[in-house]
């Protein structure tokens, strides 16, 4: 416990206060908070674990592979269209 504790330099008194002050902030919640916290340490656990595998094994590309990458396509030509005016009854009238 001298080890964890002595890397921040904190003794029995400290100790107490920030656990009587982690129990004023997160109250019922701080079960929650622990599994949450455990849960993250192991998934940070996992990840270092995948890590040393990977540099023990020394990362074969044999067992990964790049994804294909389709060349681009030209692009399609597409024919716009544009609506035809066609003058109403009133206009034709107008230029008769």
Do not use: C, H, W
Request: glycine share 12%; no cysteine; proline share 11%.
């Amino acid at each position: 416990m001298n080890a964890v504790f002595g890397l921040f330099n904190l003794g029995p008194a400290e100790i107490v206060v920030l656990a009587i002050i982690g129990v004023l902030l997160f109250g019922r919640k701080l079960p929650e908070v622990g599994r949450y916290l455990g849960k993250g340490i192991v998934e940070f656990k996992k990840g270092i674990k995948g890590l040393e595998d990977e540099v023990e094994t020394g990362g074969s590309p044999m067992a990964r592979q790049e994804p294909t990458i389709e060349p681009p396509r030209p692009p399609q030509r597409v024919p716009t269209t544009a609506p035809k005016f066609e003058p109403s009854d009133l206009e034709r009238r107008a230029n008769s």
